[in-house]
C-alpha cells in the first residue's frame, strides 16, 4: 500500500501558488480577536442553514504516495451552492498585491473541489470574502467554476507537491529508523543526567507536561535532548522545538545536536530578524530590498538545496544558501521551519503574542514536543511578552515626525490621542503622587488608541514606501496596547508613572506620563501554548519552590515534577553565610568595609579568581573602588553599565585557567554573568554573593505583591523572596560546575541565617 502524506490545504498552496516578491506592504493585519470576530459578523449576516468551519479533506493518488490534503472552509450556503473563503484586513484593498489575492482564490478552488466531490456537485460558486476590520463592510469577489475544473485546479497543486511529498515520507522514514537506533553518544550518562533523560522520555511517551530540576554540570541540554528525540518514533512527534532564553543557550543545544550520531536530522536555528537581515536599510518589499524580489520564485531551489544537505541549519549556514539564491535570509529561515525535524530558538518564537512557532503548529496541526531551557526565565520573559508600555516621548516623536507634519489626518489623530492622554495624566488628585494605579483601562484613553490606530493603519496603507521610524515604532506600540487591553483581566494591571509631581501637569509643557499595561501572571497566555504541544519539559537548575512556577507558568495540574539528585558533595562546596552583616538599602554605607575585609581576608587564604555579585551597580562600584582602595595589589575588574558582547568576552576572559590567573570580578546579580557562563577548574574558586537578591522595594512591586496575595496567598514570597533566592542560587552554582571542583560561596546577609531562607537553597549545600 502507498506510504500516505497529509497535508493541510493552505500549507499546500503556500507551496505551490506563492509567486514574485516578498511584499509586507499589505500590513498591518488584524488581531486574532479581530479575525474571528470579523468571521462572526459575515457569518451572523448570512442567516439561518450557513455553514461555518466546514471540515473537508480529499486523496490525489501518487504512483508511491497518496497525498491526503485537509482543512476547514470558511462558509457555505447549501441552497445558492456558495462556497466562502473570508479574509479579514485593515486599510485599502486595492494595495494587496496580487500574488496574495491569488493565493487566496488558489485556496478557495482547492476547497471547492473538495466540496464538490463530497457533496457529488457539478458545479459551485466561489465566493472570496474580504471583511474590512475598521468599516465593517465587506467586497466580495466571485467566480463560478464546473466540478471537472475544480478537479483539474486540485490535480494540478496536487501534482505539483506530490514530489515533494514522496521526499519527505522517504525522509520522515529515514529519520525515525535513525532515531529508534540512536544510542547515547558518550556510552555512560553522567550522575543525576540518566535521571533527567528517563525523566524527559516517559513525560513524551505519556504525553504529559514536566518540571525538572536538575543541578548544574550534569549535562542537561544533553539530557534532555537524547530522551525526547528517542521518543520522537513511538510518540509520532513531527518536530521538536528547543526553546532557550539567551543565545549560549540555543548554542549549547546546537552543539548537543552535533554530538548526536542521529542522521538524517534536520535542525534549523532561528535568530531575530536584526541579526539575519543583511539590507537593515531597506524596506521588504520587491521595490526596496534586492533579497525581497523575485523572492517566491527563488524559494523553491534555496528550500531544496537547504533541505538535501545534511547539515545543521545555523545562522551561518542558513545565510550562505541565502546568499547563493538570492533570497531574504530571515524569512527562507521561517520557510525551512515548515522542513525541519528540530528547531533552536528563543522563547519568544513560541510563547510571544504573534509567535511563528505556535502559530504554523496551529495551522498545520503539527504535533511536537517542548524542550524550555532554563525555565526559571520564562516568568519574567512571559511578563515581558504581554506586557504593553506606551511612553509620551515615543509619541511626540511621532507627532513631530515628517509623516504628521506631511499629513493632515495623521497629525489630527496624534493630537487627539495627546490631548486624551494628557486628560488623563490632568485627572491625577494631587496626593496620587508619580505613580497610579487604574481600576480598568481608561476608557477615554483607549477610544482614542484604537481611532489613531485605524487612522494610522490606512495611512501606511496609502504611503508604504515613505519612511519614518518614529511613527511606525509608536504605531506597533500603541496597537500591542489595544491588543493586551482587550485581553485585560486579573493577570495584569495598568498604571501610569511620570517624573513630574502632579502639580507641575498644569504647565503647557508638561510631559506625558508612560502608561503601562502590566502583565503580573503570564499563565493565563502561556497555559495554551504547552496545552498546544504533545509534552514539554522544562528544566533548570533552579526551580524552588516548584509550585511558584506552577502556579505563574500555567503549568497543568497531572504536571510531572522531577528534582534530580545532585552529584556534587557538600565537602566540594563551603559555604559560608556572614551573618553580622546586612545588606538592606539602610545599612549598605556600614556594610562596605566588612565585605571588603571579607572578601580581602579569602582571597589571602586561597589566592585564585572569584566573583562578587551586588545587587546594583551603585552598590558594586562604591564595594569595587573601596577594595582598590585599601588592597591596592589585590586584582580586580568590574563589569559597566550596558556592557557590549566584546566587554562581556574580555571580562571573562580574565578567568582563565593559567598559574598567574587570579583576582575577583565584580558583577550584578541577575546580570550576564550569574548565569549561563561555564568557569570550571581554577577558572573560577570561589563567590561572594553580597544580596538576598530581593527586588526593589517600590510601588509596582508592592502592587506585584498585593495582587500575588489576592491570587495565590502568598504575595511577599512570590514577589520578593522566591525570585530573590533563585538569582542567588544560579550566581552561586557558577562555582561548582563538575565533581572535581572545589570552591567558597560567602552568602553575605544575616538574613541567610533564618530557616526559611535556608529551605530555598539547595540540599546539597549542607546547610541544614
Known sequence: MPAAYTVAVRELCEFTAKSGDLDLRFTPAPTAQEGVAGHAAVAQGRGAGYQTELS??????????????????????????????????????????ASHRALHWAQLKIYGWLLCQQESLDELELALVYYDIGKQRETVFTERLGAVQLQAFFEQHCHAFLAWAERQLAHRAARDAALSALSFPFGEFRAGQRALAEGVFKTARAGRCLLAQAPTGIGKTLGTLFPLLKAAPGGALDKLFFLAAKTSGRQLALDALARLPARPLRVLELVARDKACEHPDKACHGESCPLAAGFYDRLPAARAAACAQDLTLDQGRVREIAREHAVCPYYLSQELVRWADVVVGDYNYYFDVSALLHGMTQANGWQIGLLVDEAHNLVDRGRKMYTAELQGDSLEAARHGPSAQLHAPVKKALDKLRHAWSQLDKSAPPEAGPYRVFEAFPEALLQA??????????????????????????????????????????????????????????????????????????????????????????????????????????????????????????????????????TRYPDRQASLAPIVALMAEQYAERPGNYLAFFSSYDYLQQAFELLQRTHPDLPCWAQSRRMGEAEQREFLARFSDAD???????????????????????????????????????????????????LFGAGYDYTYLYPGLQKVVQAAGRVIRTTEDRGVVHLIDDRYARREVRALLPGWWGLG
Open 449 to 582: 488608541l484604537q481611532q489613531c490606530g485605524s487612522a494610522l493603519t490606512e495611512h501606511f496603507t496609502e504611503h508604504p514606501a515613505e519612511p519614518d521610524p518614529a511613527l511606525q515604532a509608536f504605531y506597533f506600540e500603541a496597537q500591542h496596547m489595544v491588543r493586551m487591553a482587550e485581553l485585560l483581566d486579573a493577570h495584569s494591571i495598568v498604571d501610569a508613572s511620570r517624573a513630574e509631581p502632579p502639580g507641575r501637569l498644569m504647565k503647557k509643557k508638561a510631559g506625558l506620563s508612560t502608561l503601562t499595561l502590566r502583565n503580573l501572571v503570564p499563565a493565563p497566555f502561556l497555559k495554551p501554548r504547552l496545552e498546544a504541544a504533545h509534552t514539554s519539559s522544562l528544566f533548570s537548575a533552579t526551580l524552588q519552590p516548584m509550585d511558584y512556577y506552577a502556579d505563574l507558568l500555567g503549568l497543568p495540574e497531572d504536571l510531572l515534577r522531577l528534582e534530580v539528585e545532585s552529584p556534587f558533595e557538600a565537602a566540594q562546596l563551603q559555604v559560608k553565610i556572614a551573618g553580622r552583616i546586612s
Open 56 to 97: 473537508l479533506a480529499g486523496e490525489y493518488q501518487g504512483r508511491d504516495c497518496v497525498l491526503r490534503v485537509r482543512g476547514r472552509a470558511d462558509g457555505y450556503r447549501p441552497q445558492q451552492q456558495r462556497l466562502e473563503e473570508i479574509k479579514t484586513f485593515k486599510g485599502r484593498l486595492e494595495s494587496q498585491p
Open 660 to 710: 598567574d590567573s587570579r583576582g575577583i570580578g565584580f558583577a550584578v546579580l541577575g546580570g550576564a554573568f550569574s548565569e549561563g557562563i561555564d568557569l570550571p577548574g581554577r577558572r573560577l574558586i570561589g563567590a561572594f554573593v553580597a544580596t538576598l537578591g530581593l527586588p526593589q522595594l517600590n510601588p509596582v512591586n508592592e502592587q506585584i505583591r498585593a495582587r500575588m496575595q489576592q
